[in-house]
């Protein structure tokens, strides 16, 4: 039998840049949206403590949102899972 473990990646904004990226390649959602998604987490990244988790908890609702007309929905709303374990992580 084949052995195939399940990979699962630790809360990181390189995961959260890597779901962004996959969405721009593949056009995914506007240009518009993507860039400002990627200003709203260098911000986060900057951000320490209850202002990096509040940015992040902010920017997950508004990716779940952008889920409804996005042409990959599904990785938008794996991108925003993303966004909310790394607040959830954030200290």
Excluded at 29 to 39: D, E, G, M, N
Excluded at 59 to 66: H, K, S, T, W, Y
Aim: hydrophobic residues 50%; without cysteine; aromatic residues 4%.
């Amino acid at each position: 039998p084949q052995s195939q473990p399940k990979v699962t990646w630790p809360p990181a904004f390189v995961v959260v840049r890597a779901y962004l990226d996959q969405l721009v390649r593949g056009e995914g959602l506007p240009t518009a949206r993507t860039t400002a998604i990627s200003a709203a987490l260098d911000a986060a990244e900057k951000a320490r403590g209850a202002a990096r988790r509040t940015a992040l908890t902010a920017l997950a609702g508004q990716v779940e949102r952008d889920a409804a007309g996005a042409k990959d929905a599904a990785k938008v709303r794996t991108m925003a899972a993303a966004i909310r374990e790394l607040a959830a992580a954030s200290r």
